[in-house]
C-alpha cells in the first residue's frame, strides 16, 4: 500500500484545495451559522462530509469520469446546483430585508430538524458544481484504479476527513463569538452580499455550457 500514497496524495491534494477555497460551500455554511449557530453549521458539514464520501467512491469506480461524458447528468447536475443556489440567493435576500434574531435568540420555530440540516448538506454537496468538476480532476489525474483494495478503503476514509473537517473548520470560524458580533453590525450587508453571490453563481451555472 505504499507504492500507492503517492496517488492518494495526489487526489487528496486536490480535494483539500476544493474544500478550503471559498466557494458555495463557504457561503453555505456562512448563511447558517450566522443564521443558526454553530450546532446547524456542523450538522450541515457532516451532510457535506457524506456527500464527498459519495463522490469519493463514486470517483473510485470510475463513475465521475463517466458523468463527465454524460451529457444529460451533467445538465441536470447543472441545472439542479442552479436552482438550489437561487433558492439559497432568495433566503439571503429575505433575510436581509428583515434580519433574524443573532443565533442563540432564535425561534424554536426558525430551528430545523438536525436531520434536515445533515440531508440539506448532503443534497447541496451532490448538486455543487464546485465539487463535482473538483472530483472530475481527481479522477482525471488521481490514477485511483491502479490503487490496492486496502489504500482504496484509506482513500475514502481520508476523501470523508477532508470534506467534514475542511467544511467544518470554515463552520468553527465563521460560528466563532467574534463573527458573530461583527455579523450583528453588519449582518443586513452580509446576507445581501451572500444574496448577490448565489444569484450571480446560479446564473453563471445556468448559463454555462455543458
Not at 86 to 93: D, E, S
Request: hydrophobic fraction near 60%; charged fraction near 10%.
Amino acid at each position: 500500500m505504499i507504492d500507492d500514497l503517492p496517488n492518494l496524495f495526489l487526489a487528496w491534494s486536490i480535494q483539500f484545495t476544493g474544500v478550503v477555497s471559498p466557494g458555495p460551500g463557504v457561503a453555505l455554511i456562512l448563511g447558517i451559522a450566522t443564521a443558526q449557530g454553530r450546532g446547524a453549521a456542523l450538522r450541515c458539514c457532516l451532510g457535506i462530509g457524506l456527500g464527498g464520501l459519495l463522490l469519493a467512491a463514486l470517483t473510485v469506480f470510475g463513475l465521475a469520469a463517466l458523468l463527465a461524458e454524460w451529457r444529460g447528468a451533467m445538465i441536470a447536475a447543472r441545472w439542479i446546483g442552479a436552482a438550489y443556489l437561487a433558492w439559497l440567493a432568495w433566503g439571503a435576500f429575505r433575510r436581509a430585508a428583515r434580519p433574524p434574531a443573532v443565533p442563540g435568540a432564535a425561534p424554536a420555530a426558525a430551528r430545523h430538524s438536525a436531520l434536515r440540516q445533515v440531508a440539506g448538506g448532503f443534497a447541496f454537496q451532490l448538486s455543487n458544481p464546485k465539487a463535482i468538476f473538483f472530483w472530475i480532476a481527481i479522477a482525471s489525474v488521481g490514477a485511483l484504479h491502479t490503487v490496492s483494495p486496502a489504500a482504496l478503503l484509506l482513500f475514502l476514509a481520508g476523501a470523508f476527513a477532508i470534506s467534514f473537517g475542511g467544511h467544518a473548520g470554515w463552520a468553527l470560524l465563521l460560528s466563532s463569538a467574534p463573527f458573530r458580533r461583527l455579523y450583528a453590525r453588519a449582518r443586513r450587508g452580509v446576507e445581501t452580499a451572500l444574496g448577490a453571490f448565489f444569484a450571480l453563481t446560479a446564473l453563471k451555472l445556468a448559463a454555462a455550457r455543458p
